[in-house]
Structures are given as C-alpha cells and as structure tokens.
C-alpha cells in the first residue's frame, strides 16, 4: 500500500525541495547592477514572451487532440492526456522562470564573490528544471495511476508529455537558432560587433533561445521519456508480474529522486573550486545509490537480481553513451583537433571531417545499446528493456540538473559581457560554461539513449496493445513499413533545418533593417528594439513548427489506419532505427564542429581570424541546426510517433 | 529446353554485337591529331595501370575466399564464386579498354564533323560496357545454371561479382575523387590555372578516374545487382513454382539484352541532333517491349499476369526514381535553384541547403520502393520482389549504356581542353556531358533502386536459406541486429569520406611537391609527371578500401556466427533500409551541389568567382565524396553484406 503513494510523496518531496533552492540558494542573491537587472529582465520577458505564446498553441492543440481522444478513445484517456500535458507544461514554466532568474545572479555571484559562490547558483538554478522534470513527472504518474489503475489507460498520459515537447523542443530549437544565426550574421560577420554585445538587436533573442531550447526544450525532452520509460514499464510488468511489476519501477523512480535530493545536497553543501568533477560526482553518487536500492528492490519484488541487472544495465548504457559523445566533441580528444586540423584546407575539408566524425561517433553507442538490448531482454524480457530505460531515467533529475546549469552560466557570460563588467567575470563564467558544454555532451547522450530505449518499450508496448505476437520482417507490409519509417528522420530533418534557415532569414532582416533605419545603434547613442528580434524568433519558429509536428501525428494515424498495425509496427521500427542513428550523427557533429572552433580560437591552428578560423566558422554554423535543432527534435519524433500509435493502438485493429 | 540454352545464347549474342561496336562504330574513327593521341594514350595506360593493379588485389582476395569457400562451403559454390568474379573483371577491363579508347574519338569527331556523330561515338563507347555487363553477367548465370541446376549452389556466382564490385566501386570512387580534389585543390585554386590544363599533374589521373569510378566501378555495381537479382529469383522461384519460376527471369532478361540491342541500332541508325531525347528513347524502347514481353512471359510460364505486374512495377519504380533523382539534382528545378540562391549568403547556408535537400529527397523514392515491396509481393509473394529487381534490371544494357556515355563525353572534354582545340569543339562536349549528367543522375537512381530490391530479394534467400520461417521484431536478437545492421552504412561512409581525404592528401603533398621541384612545369617548359599522380591515386585508392571492405564481409560473418542467424537477419535489414536511404541522400545531395555550382557558374547568382561561386564550390568539394564514393559504395555495402550471408548461411545454423 504505502509503495503505491510513495511516488506522489517522492514527487512532493522533489517539489519542497525544489521551492527551497528558489527560496534559500537563488532569490536571496543579488542581481547586480541596474544594467545587469535591466538586461535580465529582458531576457525573462523575452523567454516568458515565447513561453507564453507557445503555451497558448499548446493548449490549442492540447483541446483539439483532447476532444478527439474523448470521441475515439475514451475520457479517462483523455483525462490523463490533458493532465499530462499540463503538468509538462509547468514544468517548463518553472524550470525556465528560474533560470532566466539565476543568470544575472550567477554573474553577480562571479563579480563580487568568486567562482565557487557562481557555480553555486547556476547549479541551484539547474536544479530547478531537474526537480521540476521529475517531480511533476512522478507526481503526475503517481496521481493517475492511483486514480485510474489501467496501465494502458496512463498511457494518454505520456502521449500529453509527448504534445507539449513537440512544441517546446521543436519550436525551443528553432527559435534559439534562428536567433542565434540572426544575431552571429549580421552583428559579429557584416558589422563586426562581438559576441553578446548590447547593440545587436538580436542579442537577447539569442540568449532568450539557450533557455527556451537548451532548459525549456530539453525539460521537456526528458519529461516525455521519464513518463513515457516508467509508464511503459507498468504496463508491460503488469502483464508479465502483475502488481509487483508496476510497484518496481514506482519505488526506484521515487529513490532516485532521493538520491538525487541527497547528491544536491552534498554539491551545495561545500564550495566546489572544480565544476567539472564537483558535477560529475553528482551524477556518480546518484547514480550509485540507485543502484545499491534497485538490488534490495529487485530481491524485495522479484525474488532475485533480474530486475537489478536491467537497471544497472540502464545506468551504465547511458553513462557510457554520455562519455562517447564527450570523447566525440571534446576537444580533448584526437576527433575535434582532426576537424581543427582539417579546417586549414578550407571549409569543404572541416565539413567533410565533421561529417565523417558525426557518422563514427554512432558506432559506439548504437553498440552500447544494442548489448543494452540483448543483455537486458535475456533477462527480464521485454519488460527487461522498459527497466533499463527506467533505470537510466531515475537519476533523470540529477542530469536535468548538470545540463540546464549550462545555458544559465552561458547567459550569465552574456549579461556580464552586455553590462561592460570586468574581463575577469567574463573568465569565471567562461570557465563555468566551458563545463556547461563537457556536461551538456552527456546530457545530450542521456537524451539519445533514454529517448532509444522509452521509444523501443514504448513500440514493445505497442506491439502488445495491438495484440501482435509477431512483426515478421518476412511480411512485406512490415518491410515496406519500415522503409517509409525509416525515412521519416531524414524528412523530418530536412524539415526542421529548412525551418531555422527560413526564421533566421526573417531574423536577418529584422536585424538588418533596424541597423539600416536606425544607424544610432551601432554607435551607442541609440536603443536597438530588442522586443521585435524576440517576437519574430517567436513568431517564425512556432509557425515553422507546424508541418514537421503535424507529420509525426498524422503520418502513424495514416499509415495505421489505412495500412494495418503490423506496417505501423514496421515503420515504427524504423523510424527508432533511423531517428537514433541520425540523432547522434547530427547532435556529435554539431558538436564536434562547435568545438573545434573553440579550440581554434584558443590559439590553434593560426587561431583566431586565420583561414583555419573562417573554414571554422562554417562548421560551426552547419552544426548550430544540427545539433540544437534536427538532432535533439528527433529524440521528440521517435517517441512521439510511437505514443500516439500506442494510444491510438484500438483504431487500427 | 530451348529457353534453359536462351540466355546462354542472348548473352553471346550481347557480346556479339558489343564487338560489331567496337569493329564499325569505335575503332575505324580516327583519333585526331597527335597531341590527342597521347593524351588519350596518357589517361588509356593510366586507366589501364590502376585496373591491373585492382585486379591483381582482386584475384589474390578471390583466391583466398575461394579457398574458404572450399573449405567451410562446397567445391561447387567456389567454382560458381570463381567464375563470376572473372566475368565482372573481364566486363570491366572490356569495358574500360573501349571507354578510354572512345575519348579521343569522341573529340575528333566534335571536331571534324559535329555534336551527331561525337554523340555516335560516346553512345557506342558507353554501349560496350553496357553489353558487357549483360552479357557476361547473364552468360554466366546461363552456363552455371546449365551445369550446376542447383540454385542455391549459383550464389556463390553472385558473391564473386560482388568481392570484384567492392573493389571496383570503393576502390574506384576513391581514386577518383583523390584525383579530383587533388587536381582541384592545388591546380584551381593554388596555382590559378583551369580544369582540365595540362600543366596540372594530377589532370591525368583526373580524367583516368572518370573511367575508374563512373565507368568500371558503376558497370561491376550493376553487373553484382543484375546477377544478383537474376540468381535470387531463381532461387525463390524454383521454391515456389518449380522449373518456371527459373526460366521466367532467365527468360526474360535475355529479351532485355535482345530490346537493349534493338535500342541501341534505333538510336544509331540516324542523326541524332538532341542527345537528350534521343538517350532517353533508347530507355523507353528497350523499357517497352520487355513490358510487352513479361505480359507475354507470364502468361506462358504462370497462366496469369501476375508475373507481369511485378516486372512492371520494377521497370516503373526504376525509372520514376531516376526522375526524382533528377528532380532533386537538375538545375532545371528548384532545389538546385534554391541551394544556389543560399549560396549567396556563405558556404554554411549552401551546405545546410545541399544537406536538408537530399534528406528530403529520399522521400519520393522510399515511397515508390515501398509500393513497389507492396504491391509486387502482393502479386507474388516474395518472389515478386525479386521478379520487380529482375523486371528493372532487365534493361541494363540501355542504362548503363547511357550512364557510361558520361565519363566519355567528359573525358573528350577535357582532351580538347588538354590539346588546346577550338572552344567550338569544347561547346559540343560540354553539351553532350552535360546530358551525361542527367543520365548519370537517372543511372545512380537505378542503380540504388535495383540495388535495394535485389538486397532485398537476397535477404528473403538469406531466410530461406537458413530457414527462418520468422524474423520477428518483437526478438531482441532481431531488433539489436537491426541497430548495428542499421550503423554499418553510417561506419561505411564514415570510413570511405575519410579514405578520400587520406587519398586526396597524398595527391595534394605530390602536385605541390611537382610545381615546387620542377617550376618550369607552370610556365609550360617542363611535363609534368603524369603517371605518378595516377600512380599515388591507384596506390592510396587500393589501400584505403581494405578496411571498409574487409568489414563488410567480417561484420556479417562475426555475427552470424556468435549472435545467431536471428540477429544476422536484422542485421541484414537494419543495414538495408539505412544503407538505402543514405545512399539516395549522398548521392543527390553530392549532384545537387555540383550542379548549384554550375548553375552559378553559367551567370546566375553572381557568375563565376562571386561570393556565392566561392560557397558553392565548397558544397561541390563536400558533395564530391558524397556522390561519387560514400553514396554508390553503400550500394555495394548492402548487397554484399547479404550476398555473404546468403553464401555462408551453412555455417550460422
């Protein structure tokens, strides 16, 4: 009994715990200066400005599927759906009001107390996205399961998770792209201003889109597979264990959030010189204790370690998968001084090198994820690989955390450089978002490989909900399937690349046309009009959105619906084929270019302004859809399609 | 009777006529002057070095593996693997010898009588391979049917045209594009001077290499998927309708020799002033009456229509894939137009448009080929997959025929730019290459077309053999194959572009080393040495294609034998629906950009040396790889791979 309200109780906890970082380790600090408070407030006003607008087609599309869901499915589906929804939102909100609120702190922090104390807010900051992803999430899970106890009928749940991070990661990626596209084109190539700097019309778009797509899209991102890994773990142990087999994957996620409470904690609890494994630590001591409880769970539930196998399997899938995509995009490793290497022959080898790299990078992973797979089904079954997805998710608040701590010290450089304040702050939050970016490679790996594994229990949930016993690739309905599947990453890349380029023409204009009509800005006597570079990003990648995020819903209805559950079957696994192939090319490539301007730019290869430098930049500029828009959107595609083929499974039979 | 001793005979008739080529229409046209003589002489010996040296590679792989064959397999299968490895090197040496004899001729033909009889001489040149392929192919299939009568003991036929495929198509596309860039790199944009100038070292094995990779490597990729598709028909057919389901593709592909040859007397009977129409008409003739005869056909054999459907879905699906290909690839449309138009604002935006355009464009042939998968297995059964892939190769002799047409017409070009004749006579090259470019596009949609459904047949043998009676998806050995089957095209690309930027370095350290050592060849008083730039390219080309070649043969062996023929059957249809879908998309965006490039350079968006020539020119260095090594080498990659399954099925149950 007390295991079925453990999770809502966990998830309240996270929530306490969360209002007391706000309360005690973020509002207390200071802004700043009235500069740094002015341009804060711009970047919240901007950011609350998209989320609002977003929020208000959301919740459009949010009724409209409802109705639908309550004509063709049932109410309780639909219940949990706009409750999903819902809760996903707010999350979002939360997370993103709070760390447009960290950021001048954390730069005020860096001025006049140090790096430990600017570390500090910027972790307590992305400790808000993690609690708010997962204390929601469990909250929500727990709540309806207690209310409705039909796994099946949760589902709408996931599929509510699934709609607001199409908006948010989708339309979060084209926003933050097209504005930072905008502002790097025509501020820093055509009127040679730096980085950041006040004049641009653009600068606050670009900073409103790290938070729009980097905390709010990425939040949601997580939110979907945390609901989408746990949920499919309930139904699917429900039919092979009963009871037990929805209580196992409750309990651990509501451990996680201790462990993850507790890893919090210990951070804050000293100051940390080091950010790099100050944060590390926390995503090892959480992970550890999850680990230590799955087996006592595992005993506790199931008579033996089958079930602890699978977690572990999980965690160490996702922690290695987050480790190759750092030696992929660090500079530290030989690929990203290869492409640096590379860049001194021009941008067509630097391309060509980035590709190639992007390409290699799947090997491991993919491999990682296929033993994941196999070593995890021999154990538990089908229900094996739901646990491993679960049990890579359970320390999803601890990892939300590290990775939204890295636009917020991005943004805090960007508020430093606005308001003119010393090098030396500029330094410390350098030196944070450098972290940021190390941190952000594994997150971005967590992503991928908690995306696989929900999106591959999620088609087993499928698969079960049609009743297929089978899903031959000797049948040509599911071979055929599966070719259309497959295909549906490239069009949906194509797509949403297309999307950045045509909002970042609109941004372009924008920025050009008020440094045409107002020749005051670029000298410093007159005020740029930041609002309207924020409303077109806003416009333009909300309308851009549309096509892609419509396909990923109807394509599955149509092809289920005219084609049969086991074409559906097949395109559904083609699609988680080709989507977590492509997502971790264009995610590792996007990187690796990104970085491997860096290292040019710290000194290498004729640094800075040296041909190497220009060839440079092109990558750079390739990788930005790559990586932030295409690559993270189609971890929302490949979950998307296969809840809404889960939740609509009864049309097709 | 008579129709087991047709294709025997169709194929010596082929050859026949191959050599009434040669005699009437090639070898009596004169040379031209003595400087063309020995230009053409320079690219024939090159040509000629690098296929000697390939083959001797071949022939000790060949022996090697026959020797394993032997061993783990049967003597019968390595007589079969022997003789069809040896008849794909003697189509491509004949093929090859003729293509660099044509050159020449084609240019003193552009000279002294115009663009009619230059655009005779081309056809007949292209047509040698073309004939050479089908007719040795299919005298093979014929004769080894003849003698063994066991279908499953001719796959080793196929698997030997695929060992000399690899060879040809990674070997060459590496060798060729090594020349290109080098020749590129150093001699247009160091040194200034133009494409084609015989003071570039390189521009030797610049044009050698258009005969290795467009003409060699693409007539050993068709001659695998033409034996390939042939033999797995005969396979399944002879499981599901005894002897007719044999002498149905035999049967019908020597008609496709006798309408090829019909074909080609029609177009070469006139004048033909548009090479265009009159290239595309060969395609239509010869595509009709094998129509009218697999109606015929399949009355005969089956007493209804429905082998006939099958063929017309093959023939129907090839041809709409060429034209998508050219779609998305032609100057003529808008894709081209918009990429050359995004070049205007830099490299990156030419790059992201090159790349987001031929994602998109595996849209419309992934749909044709799944409506094909659909709708002929429908009619058939499996075996009306393999009967679509026989029904679209079975005009092979005219697509090739019209693809190597290409590389000729180029390579006249550049022997009248290399002799310094008139720019008439450079005019009527560049139109007939120009069309060259437009079959080649038609040609690589064919070849990535038959290539998957002839895959896709040898993976349903592949089960068979093994006797799979399911391949579920809801297996993880099946699904975890499916994501390593699903890197492997990724790895391969990965690997090939990087061994073009190895091959391309070498190439650029020895043109550099020339134009340093010897300054007098710039100023025109000094040769250049020709023969070790081509020497540099055959050498780097061969050992840079032993990695990815020896994994697509050990990655299929390695897990077949540890994880099971399970995960070896997802593994061959993970690789399949990736192996597709990167290949259309390299393939077309490689050809999109180098036609952007073009388009620019005839006066659009600038002309030549404006801002956007310079972007588009790094689109058309990346594309290079893209088009004409990684895309047409993970042909070879998917059917190989399966081809060794089928072979060594023995050893994995």
Sequence with gaps: MFSEFLPVIAAIIAVLFMLFQIKSNILPVSEGNERMKAISGNIKEGAMAFISREYKYVILFVVIVAILIAVFIDINTMICYIFGSLLSMLAGYVGMRISTASNA???????????????????????????????????????????????????????????????????????????????????????????????????????????????????????????????????????????????????????????????????????????????MFTIYISGAIVLIASFILSSMYFGNMKAAICVVVGILVGILIGFLSEVFTSEKFNQVKRIAEESQTGAATNIIAGLSSGMLSTVGPII????????????????????????????????????????????????AEMSGLDESVREITDELDSVGNTTAAIGKGFAIGSAALTALSLFVTYTETVNLDTLSLLD???????????????????????????????????????FREKPGILEGIEHPDYASCVDISTKASL???????????????????????????????????????????????????????????????????????????????????????????????????????????????
Tied chains: 1, 2.
């Excluded at 954390?106 to 992305?126: H, I, Q, R, W």
């Excluded at 797509?495 to 380029?501: A, P, Q, Y």
């Design 105 to 279: 702190r954390c730069t005020n922090e860096a001025m006049s107390k140090g790096l430990p104390d600017a570390l500090k807010v910027a972790f307590a900051g992305g400790s808000v996205m993690g609690f708010a992803v997962t204390g929601f999430g469990l909250f929500g899970v727990g709540l309806v399961y207690l209310i409705f106890r039909d796994p099946a009928t949760l589902m709408g749940y996931s599929f509510g998770a699934s709609s607001v991070a199409l908006f948010a990661r989708v339309g979060g990626g084209i926003y933050t792209k097209a504005a930072d596209v905008g502002a790097d084109l025509v501020g820093k190539v055509e009127e040679g201003i730096p980085e950041d700097d006040p004049r641009n019309p653009a600068v606050i778009a670009d900073n409103v889109g790290d938070n729009v797509g980097d905390v709010a899209g990425m939040g949601a991102d997580l939110f979907e597979s945390y609901a989408g890994a746990i949920l499919s773990a309930m139904v699917l142990g429900f039919a092979l264990f009963g009871d037990n087999g929805i209580k196992f994957p409750l309990v651990l996620s509501s451990i996680g959030i201790f462990s993850s409470i507790l890893a919090a904690f210990i951070f804050l609890r000293k100051r940390q010189n080091s950010p790099q494994s100050a944060l």
């Design 543 to 653: 309308k851009e959105m549309i096509i892609p995020g419509a396909l990923a819903i109807i394509v599955p209805l149509f092809v289920g619906k005219v084609f049969g559950p086991e074409t559906l079957g097949g395109l559904l696994a083609g699609s988680l084929v080709t989507g977590v192939l492509m997502a971790i090319f264009m995610s590792n490539a996007g990187g690796a270019w990104d970085n491997a301007k860096k290292f040019i730019e710290s000194g290498e290869e004729g640094g800075k302004n040296s041909p190497a430098h220009h060839a440079a930049v092109v990558g750079d500029t390739v990788g930005d859809p790559f990586k932030d828009t295409s690559g993270p959107s189609l971890n929302i595609l490949i979950k998307l399609i296969t809840v809404v083929s889960v939740v609509c499974a009864g049309l097709f039979i």
């Design 476 to 514: 040509s309905k599911v071979v055929a399937g599966m070719f259309i599947g497959g295909m549906l990453p490239f069009l949906f890349s194509a797509l949403t690349m297309n999307s950045v380029g045509k909002a970042a023409t609109e941004m372009i204009n924008e920025v050009r046309r008020q």
């Design 368 to 415: 990682l994820i296929s033993i994941g797979i196999l070593v995890s089904y021999h154990t538990m079954q089908m229900y094996g690989i739901a646990l491993a997805a679960v049990g890579m998710l359970s320390i999803t608040a601890t990892t939300v955390t590290v990775d939204a701590y890295g636009p917020i010290s991005d943004n805090a450089g960007g508020i």
